[in-house]
């Protein structure tokens, strides 16, 4: 058998076939680590550092004797011969074949926005938007003219879901509170901080009570809230809502997402953002022996609307189809369809600050924070990544300072700076 | 007064003038962060992550407020003007001006070595060899031709000083545990770690019996010493010693040392590696207003001999240069000349064991290995950095594992791995 993709779906599905005696699993990654996505804007903006949210998948597996973990880029899929297909030109053949190869950002069919709006879905991802921002900060330093210092001071999140949202207040936190006192000629807390949205209000899933919460402690925390407002243009000046252009040197997109080429491999028809239909079973229609789960996947819920594209649902879709494909391999027994129960919608605003939604129950502020924080800590892979965090945010939250502030010295954007061409632009890269 | 630098020398020297009102301090670094590079050996080989033992300048230097903090990169000194050339076309004026631009590798008259034998310089070098090293089982899991997989197997380290000495014995408790269980083709306890010294014994600084111990120590675990082998060649399919060529994907360099080029800058004669004359007060000779200190300086203790390149002179050096620019400047006083203390010599071999050497008293095995422990991290900035680094050090000592294993999806390695090409080859930068 042969997953593809060591995310949360990737990973619980090998997890759960580990120790199968008959079944050899080998589970393919371009990159050699699991990533905790969740906690991805926490590295962007210095508050943890890569590593603490990334586990070799190597490690993870270690004991599961029938799981081999190979290090390499899938570029296709041969449903025919059934081989799954690596860059480097080998060949892997399957019998089952696992699918879990995540989404990626959209830009709405505008990929050139992409240069200057990057978004948050790789470790290489929060690194150059942490760069980026910290840079901002020290490039403003070094400006004498003040519509120039303004525009780097500036910084939009489009986008104003729980990403976004969790950015925003992020990003403030950092320029009114980490950095207020490490400059000499720009006070950091002068910075304005965008969130833009298309829709009426942030955090849509949410309900409108909780919903008007968040953007309440989002102004609070000194983020400038733009709903109704659709992202027209962006380029290296700025944004560009209702006609008006914004100058901002730092823009971050949270908007769109899209599915990775899976449905491509296979030749499927997929939803309009390439998500792969699969069945009560998690099995790609019309491709025997294939299945699909976590944000690649469109699976419905009982009521017949699309699973959402959280890590819960992956996870729980993992858990089921590693249990699912043991018994039918090893029992010959057909599984019970899927069933994905809520754990709850959470999501961060900021020091002391957050939403929960389960169900009937509803906690805003300190508390929703709180069992936030506990509920990532206890879902983060690694004893010591748990400590590690703890600590992290134990420190962030009694200093207000943020322990993970490096840039990297081969970042695009700190040759830019350095070399000063164009002056006081950070060029994307 | 401009400082030019921000490891121990230059940090410490704006520390000791923080405060002093009526001088004013420009440290000016290219990177953001202070490095603590006596622990890179332990990022290179994923014992801890990057972020650790990085502080950025700007929060270091917070308080003193007449300190600032100016990221960029100094590319030349005009002593008639008194002004320093920043890569971006800036020049910053400066009446006193104090360069701790330290070190860089030596190959030796064979910069070609550099391509396939990196150093320990920087992040950058220590995230580069990590990705090596680890990328190196990655490639050999995946080999399916036995000498390739023999090479990729091979790891030589090139100097038996003490980044040497903690590069190998850290390399081989990678390889011996904290990888042991993770493959399936590959058994990673194979892999041969070779120590390469030209001089008689490692550690040639330290007295004969610890250099002895340290030897021993090295072969319990599992790294082969080859004491009087110089390297011949380095390249690509490995490093020919006594004319005869090892084949080995992974070297690290851990042997010469050069200054950076501020000696140019100042067209002062410098000694055949680059090190800038200093007197007693850290002057240097001829160029009124300028003062060198830490690796960069050839400073000579009171027995005429050099002072060596350690964390700790440069420490000292900046606190007395701090001390005795404040004063010179604000009370005319001339400053007594420097005097190096020793604090001891210290080298880490492995799990539970060290040497340290200080005057008359010797310590070896565990009691120095917990000597060094202690005492580096009580020395790194930052007091998250140290409960985050005895966290991640307790975990390696019980666990026998690594908690920082992470590989940047961007590194060059990682995308030769994947691609493919030439296969099983893993090409420098």
Redesign the interface.
Known sequence: MVIVGGGFGGLTTARGLGGAEGIAVTLID????HLFQPLLYQVATAVI????I?E?I??IL??D?NV??????VVGVDTDTRAVQ?????RIPYDTLVLATGATHSYFGHPEWERYAPGLK???DA?RIRARV??AF?AA??EDDPAARDRLLTFAVIGGGPTGVEMAGAIAGLAHHALS?????IDPRKARILLIEAAPRVLGTFTEDLSAYARQSLERLGVTVLTEHAVEDVSEEGITVKGKLIPAATVVWGAGVRASPAGEWLGVETTRTGHVPVGPDLAVIGRPGVYALGDLAMAKAEDGKPLPGLAQVADQQGRYLGRALRDRILHGKAPKPFRFRSRGNLAIIGHNSGVVQWDHVKLKGFLAWLVWGVAHVYLLV????R??VT??WL?AYLSF?R????????DEA?MA?????P?GRIPPP
């Open positions: 371009r990159r050699n680590h550092a890569p590593g603490e990334a070799p190597r490690a270690r004991w004797r081999s973990v190979l290090m390499g880029e690596l860059r480097d030109g080998t790789t470790l290489d690194r910290l840079l020290e330093e070094r006192k490490d400059f000499r000629r690694g004893f010591h990544n400590l590690v600590l992290r420190w300072q322990g993970a502030r490096l840039i990297s010295e081969r700190v700076l350095i070399r000063g061409t002056p």
